[in-house]
């Protein structure tokens, strides 16, 4: 089973809060359990239903103090 967060505690990557919902995710955001409401569950909603769900490696965040931080940051990663 494919799952969103690795309960593997040696690990040292995990996700981040950045999130991008489209259309298909919408019902799998209906009866979040909340609050406060864990985006993290609609994404497995959706992956344990077979929806593909990718995601992007970003640099560290926890340089993001300012919203002009997270422009800088995520700049690479937005369409042209």
Do not use: C
């Amino acid at each position: 089973m494919k799952t969103l967060v690795d309960p593997d505690p040696a690990l040292i990557r995990t996700s981040s809060p950045l999130w991008l919902l489209g259309p298909e995710l919408a019902p799998f955001l209906d009866d979040l359990p909340g609050p406060p409401y864990e985006l993290k569950d609609a994404y497995q909603r959706a992956i344990d239903s077979g929806l593909r769900v990718a995601a992007v490696p970003v640099r560290a965040t926890r340089d993001l103090t300012h919203p002009e931080d997270l422009m800088v940051g995520n700049f690479p990663y937005l369409p042209p």
